[in-house]
């Protein structure tokens, strides 16, 4: 008699359904062309007293904090915590967010988030001080 090999876990592809109501909104994201307004948006939001905590890469801005203080930007993802993670507020993903958020490999205290096309598993950012840190991803247009 041979060892049986094991079984892989099931596979499960992500859908997205609509949500009603919409989650609080607790961070917005930009990719590509979207990243200049949300960096010129999110560096006002600074200079006027908003705490905000930034990630940021070439691509890519993610903007957290409470829903008053977050910058409105065209272009940008508004998202929202289900369960513990952030997808956007008006989407569901199926199967439940806190299975994504294993698959993703997250670890407890890391940031993760979910949206159609894209994922991201990170340490969370210290609140963001300086407003003019920004100033370079305003200029990336075309990009």
């Given at each position: 008699?041979?060892?049986?090999?094991?079984?892989?876990p099931?596979?499960?592809?992500?859908?997205?359904?609509r949500?009603?109501?919409?989650l609080?909104?607790a961070?917005v994201?930009a990719?590509?062309?979207?990243?200049?307004?949300?960096?010129a948006?999110?560096r006002?939001?600074?200079?006027?007293?908003?705490?905000l905590?930034?990630?940021a890469d070439d691509?890519?801005l993610?903007?957290?904090?409470?829903?008053?203080?977050?910058?409105?930007?065209?272009?940008a993802?508004?998202?929202?915590?289900?369960?513990?993670?952030?997808?956007?507020?008006?989407a569901?993903?199926?199967?439940?967010?806190a299975?994504?958020r294993?698959a993703?490999?997250?670890?407890?205290?890391?940031?993760?988030?979910?949206?159609p096309?894209?994922?991201?598993?990170?340490?969370p950012p210290?609140?963001?001080?300086?407003p003019?840190?920004?100033?370079?991803?305003?200029?990336?247009?075309g990009r």
């Amino acid at each position: 008699m041979t060892a049986a090999e094991p079984t892989p876990p099931p596979a499960a592809a992500l859908t997205w359904e609509r949500r009603e109501p919409p989650l609080t909104a607790a961070a917005v994201l930009a990719i590509g062309d979207a990243v200049p307004a949300l960096a010129a948006a999110t560096r006002d939001r600074l200079t006027d007293g908003a705490r905000l905590g930034v990630l940021a890469d070439d691509t890519t801005l993610l903007v957290l904090g409470a829903e008053a203080d977050l910058p409105w930007a065209d272009g940008a993802h508004y998202l929202g915590r289900d369960e513990e993670l952030l997808v956007p507020t008006t989407a569901r993903p199926r199967p439940a967010a806190a299975l994504w958020r294993a698959a993703l490999g997250a670890r407890p205290g890391e940031l993760c988030l979910l949206v159609p096309g894209h994922a991201l598993v990170a340490a969370p950012p210290a609140a963001a001080t300086d407003p003019d840190a920004l100033t370079p991803l305003t200029r990336r247009a075309g990009r």
